[in-house]
């Protein structure tokens, strides 16, 4: 990206306002009547005062005093809020409630209950007042310790049409260090240059803010390419730059479309990637897997609960216990109900389908039906600006770089451990695994606990997208049985595939067919599919194909 | 192994069949001529609660036929049910003609509600109850047919089977949510008035309900076991067994699978469109995946593969879920579960089984 070159000189934001000051002082009243010390005489002024001009000047010497209530102030009287009362002239904020204002004291944040209409009266502003507030407003929200904040003002000022912010925003610039807020001003600028009457500085613009996408932009973009008393050059060029971000602007969706699909997707493997050990490996139907799912979920918000302080770390607490908790009540799922339906599959669902309603009556019983709240750690919250235009949400791009990671582990321990080696002994052959020593039934437990075990972690990862409640199991279980069908039963590889697949087929068709439809044509998908290819996508060869 | 299939079955459907009959007999005596001040009086409550379960019982029987004798699980067998249900509720819809909310003397509420301007194609012909019953029979069984012949015939058998039938009643219940669809999204169909003419609210209307579904479950039975002691019920029950020799001696288990699974189909639409009249409405959540997998919980705590265990379990069920619903809520679904992983685990043959068991008990 690069910088709009700026011939202006650069001044300090601070040395400017008192400029300003002092230059419409001057010109008004004596100086020494309203260039007040202290807020509270600055704010007796601003009573005082009865002629917007003499407003101004009194809300420019507020912007100067350094106190955090005199932001308050030009906020309340921005949003027409600041009142006098009529008894003594006292200064309040008030809100409108019916027939009436609920007032507080301005200095004593003393809430006085309600009066009526005619006892308090509106310190007026007219829009140019409102405009400098605007601008004194985003200048201070330029020297806030948050670059997010100051960010959020550098776009503030670049919607707002005022061209005698460019000397604020070029002041502000030496002292800018954040990428961020820095690229942000360039929009800013060549955004406020749009409307300059000087055609060179006009077309550099709109060259500089041809890569940008931004509504603002392509309105003002819009009106200079209807405008007949700029020059036929200035409107082509701003045809071009409009055609040149709505070309951006698709690339772009068609961008966010493949990586929403690749989010939904990395969240239908996590949710199917331990059935695809139980189910896919031991051919054990689980229907409580999706209950497995919620256990890691609601441990995740149990941590935060018993760690409030810990927010940023909940995540890395909760993914072992998180494990541990799914995986042990995994096993003793596996001990106690689905060995004794061993080579009964049909039996195995139902009783499993018991179970996941036990769990979900457990924990409606124990956490309440409603859904908690599982905060998100600061470092997964917000989103991450690629370019301008495409923007990306850390907690989906975290869940889609979890959920890889945790196929990798599991591809890790299948093929590379001796308790894989064994796992996938004891599937192929039962009875010659048995002859070389295996513990079978030990081998079983464990690989359903290490299934259980991952659901539990795959639900610490969607309590950051989903809603965390009782009913969080059952929203992933058809779903997530259609993954490891589609993807092929027995074959890990296939789950990751047919996932991702999936979300990005759901996304892809999602702007055509609705939401919805989009989910039942994916269903409908899936059951014809598994009509023609039973075994699905990448079905096992040879002989585990027979068992 | 044939021999003990049908042992000791007769007796369990002459039961049933008696208390059908005497059901038949004493509900409308006692809720019609007995005065309301007797004892003995059954409220039109209590009928219509015991009309509901007599629907029910149909619908474990029409699972039971497929899951018992064919050894199909089906876990779509409610949407079925609720097609049943929404092809008489689109009748009963018409049925209000101008008295509803809006007084439109062609449009249900609903659609005037989303200011549609006509009644959409599908909806021509419900206002007639001869079209309304055919289709009762003919959406259900359609569906069933075009979806056992896809899926029998790439021969998705098991678990594989029971999973996609569990997704069609999924995305059935996402289709009927939405508004476009023109079933009354979310909020289904309901508000109705009067049946073939008869106001559905009065006694004589519910009793008369009541009386059908328990002829229909008797005619249902009878069907059932008709076909199960048949040649062809001796074939089903072979494919259940060994689906692979049965195919080797030269029957084609396909066609015999969708036949009955489409039979099966269509007897749950009809416990669909009896239920529907008597609960006075008609929603997508009947499509919900649990309702179907409920319905495989009756049939096996009942005990699968004898049909009158089947309506047994559906009646015992529902009565503890209604008793269980009003006392104790929090309860239920812990019942419920129990209740699937008892069955299972330990009575594989279910209520019906401990009969045999004691029997066999006694006479060993």
């Known amino acids: ?547 | 192994m044939v021999a003990s299939i049908f042992s000791n079955h007769e007796r369990g459907g002459k039961i049933l069949l008696g208390v059908i009959a005497l059901g038949l007999v004493v509900v409308p005596f006692c809720n019609l001529v007995v005065s309301p001040e007797s004892t003995f009086h059954i409220s039109t409550f209590t009928v219509t609660l015991l009309g509901k379960y007599l629907c029910y019982a149909l619908l474990a029987l029409a699972l039971d036929l497929v899951w018992g004798y064919v050894g199909i699980l089906s876990l779509g067998h409610g949407a079925f049910f609720a097609l049943g249900g929404y092809a008489m509720g689109m009748y009963l819809m018409r049925q209000i003609g101008s008295r509803g909310v809006y007084g439109d003397p062609v449009l249900p509420d609903f659609m005037v509600f989303l200011n549609w301007d006509q009644l959409p194609w599908y909806w021509y012909g419900f206002d007639h109850f001869w079209f309304a019953a055919l289709m009762v029979l003919l959406v259900p069984g359609f569906l069933a047919f075009v979806f056992g012949w896809l899926a029998f015939r790439s021969r998705v058998s098991g678990v594989y089977f029971a999973i996609i039938t569990q997704a069609l009643t999924y995305a059935l219940m996402l289709a009927f949510f939405r508004n476009e669809m023109g079933f009354g999204g979310n909020n289904g169909l309901t508000d109705f008035k009067d049946l073939l003419g008869a106001n559905l609210q009065s006694d004589a209307t519910r009793v008369t309900l009541f009386s059908v579904s328990a002829l229909a479950l008797a005619a249902g039975y009878f069907l059932c076991r008709y076909i199960v002691t048949s040649r062809l019920g001796l074939v089903l029950v072979a494919i259940r067994d060994a689906e692979d020799r049965t195919r080797f001696l030269g029957y084609r288990v396909n066609y015999y699978k969708l036949w009955i699974f489409t039979l099966s189909a269509i007897m749950a639409g009809v416990a669909g469109a009896l239920y529907v009249p008597q609960v006075g409405i008609i929603n997508p959540n009947e499509f919900q995946p649990l309702n179907s997998i409920e319905l495989v919980v009756w049939v096996a705590v009942g005990g699968r593969g004898t049909l009158y265990g089947a309506a047994l379990g559906a009646g015992i069920v529902n009565y503890a879920k209604s008793t269980f619903t009003t006392l104790l809520p929090e309860v239920w679904l812990f019942v419920l579960g129990g209740l699937f992983v008892l069955v299972t685990v330990a009575l594989p043959k279910g209520l019906a089984g401990i009969a045999g068991r004691i029997k066999s008990f006694q006479h060993g």
């Open chain 1, 1 to 547: 990206m690069k910088r709009v070159a700026s011939t202006e000189p650069r001044y300090t934001c601070r040395f400017w306002q008192v400029l300003a000051l002092f230059l419409v002082g001057a010109m008004t009243i004596p100086a020494d009547e309203v260039v007040a010390q202290s807020l509270d005489d600055a704010l007796e002024s601003l009573i005082a005062a009865d002629s917007y001009p003499e407003k101004q000047i009194v809300i420019e010497t507020i912007s100067t005093i350094d106190d955090p209530r005199a932001l308050i102030a030009l906020e309340a009287l921005l949003e027409g809020q600041l009142y006098t009362t009529r008894q003594d002239q006292s200064l309040v904020i008030a809100e409108s409630v019916d027939r009436g204002y609920q007032i507080r004291d301005f200095l004593t944040d003393e809430d006085l209950g309600r009066v009526g209409r005619r006892d308090v009266s509106r310190i007026s502003v007219n829009n140019s007042l409102r405009g400098v507030l605007r601008g004194l407003l985003a200048t201070s929200g330029l020297e806030d310790d948050d670059p997010r904040q100051r960010r959020l003002a550098v776009i503030e000022i670049g919607h707002s049409e005022d061209l005698s912010m460019l000397e604020v925003l070029q002041a502000r610039r030496d002292q800018e260090s954040n990428g961020s807020v820095l690229r942000a001003m360039d929009v800013a600028e060549a955004t406020l240059k749009l409307d300059s009457d000087d055609e060179e500085e006009r077309l550099t613009s709109i060259i500089a803010v041809s890569s940008i996408v931004d509504s603002h932009v392509r309105t003002k973009l819009t009106r200079l390419s209807t405008n007949e008393s700029v020059s036929p050059t200035t409107r082509q060029a701003a045809l071009d730059a409009l055609e040149s971000i709505e070309d951006r602007v698709e690339n772009f969706e068609i961008l966010k479309t493949v990586f929403f699909g690749l989010s939904l997707g990395a969240v239908l493997v996590l949710a199917a990637i331990g059935l695809s050990v139980t189910f896919g490996i031991m051919g054990v139907i689980n229907m409580a897997h999706g209950e497995l799912i919620m256990l890691g979920a609601y441990t995740t918000y149990v941590v935060q609960q018993v760690f409030p302080n810990l927010i940023d770390y909940s995540l890395f607490i909760a993914l072992p216990i998180a494990f541990l908790i799914s995986g042990s009540m995994g096993m003793l799922i596996e001990r106690t109900i689905v060995r004794a339906l061993y080579g009964r599959p049909l039996e195995t669902l139902l009783a499993t389908f018991g179970v996941s309603l036990i769990l979900q009556q457990a924990v409606r019983s124990i956490f309440t039906p409603l859904n908690r709240a599982v905060s998100t750690p600061s470092w997964m919250s917000g989103s991450l600006e690629i370019v301008s235009g495409l923007e990306i949400t850390l907690n989906r791009l975290c869940v889609l770089g979890f959920s890889v990671l945790v196929f990798v582990i599991l591809l890790f321990v299948l093929r590379r451990t001796r308790f894989g080696l064994q796992m996938r002994a004891v599937t192929q052959n039962r009875q010659m695994a048995k002859a070389m020593g295996i513990r079978t039934n030990r081998v079983d437990t464990l690989t359903f606990g290490l299934g259980a075990g991952v659901a539990g972690v795959a639900g610490v990862a969607l309590s950051q997208l989903t809603n965390v409640g009782p009913n969080l199991g059952q929203a992933y279980i058809v779903d997530s049985f259609l993954v490891v069908v589609f993807g092929g039963v027995g074959n890990i590889w296939g789950t990751l595939v047919s996932g991702l697949t999936l979300g990005v087929a759901n996304k892809l068709v999602e702007p055509a067919l609705g939401a919805v439809m989009a989910k039942i044509f994916v269903l409908v998908f899936i059951i014809i599919f598994i009509q023609r290819r039973p075994r699905g996508l990448f079905p096992q060869k040879g002989r585990a194909a027979e068992a």
